[in-house]
């Protein structure tokens, strides 16, 4: 079992940066690979980022390309995502999630993490 909190969130105007943090704790070690998706009410958990635990790869929604970075700590055990140039369209609830399983690639798709925090709300206001 992962446990999972996201913290970070909060309000901000557009063009600005925020961070938000992941911190996992229990089996840790058996995780594959770590991901951020987020969801605005009556919208699908969209992916956002992931990289293995390792940080030797990662993947970003076309979305936010360029503008946010996914990285992990493996001695805190804590993932971050920091973001910068903010718009109102990165209005959502922001997820951490864990997939414990070892794959060709990162998955993109929700349902391949098993493990969820439950959620840091970040508004960009315009």
């Known amino acids: 079992q992962v446990q999972l909190v996201e913290s970070g969130g909060g309000l901000v105007p557009a063009g600005a940066s925020l961070s938000l943090s992941c911190a996992a704790s229990?089996?840790?070690?058996?995780?594959?690979?770590w991901g951020w998706f987020r969801q605005v009410p009556g919208k699908k958990r969209e992916f956002v980022a992931a990289?293995?635990?390792?940080?030797?790869?990662?993947v970003y929604a076309d979305s936010v390309k360029g503008r946010f970075t996914i990285s992990g700590d493996v001695i805190r055990n804590t993932v971050y995502l920091h973001m910068d140039i903010l718009e109102p369209e990165d209005t959502a609830v922001y997820y951490c999630?864990?997939?414990?399983?070892?794959?060709?690639?990162?998955?993109?798709?929700?349902?391949?993490?098993?493990?969820w925090g439950r959620g840091t709300q970040v508004t960009v206001s315009s």
């Open positions: 999630s864990a997939d414990s399983t070892r794959r060709w690639s990162i998955s993109k798709t929700a349902g391949a993490y098993e493990y």
């Open positions: 229990g089996r840790t070690t058996k995780m594959y690979a």
């Open positions: 990289t293995v635990r390792t940080g030797d790869s990662t």
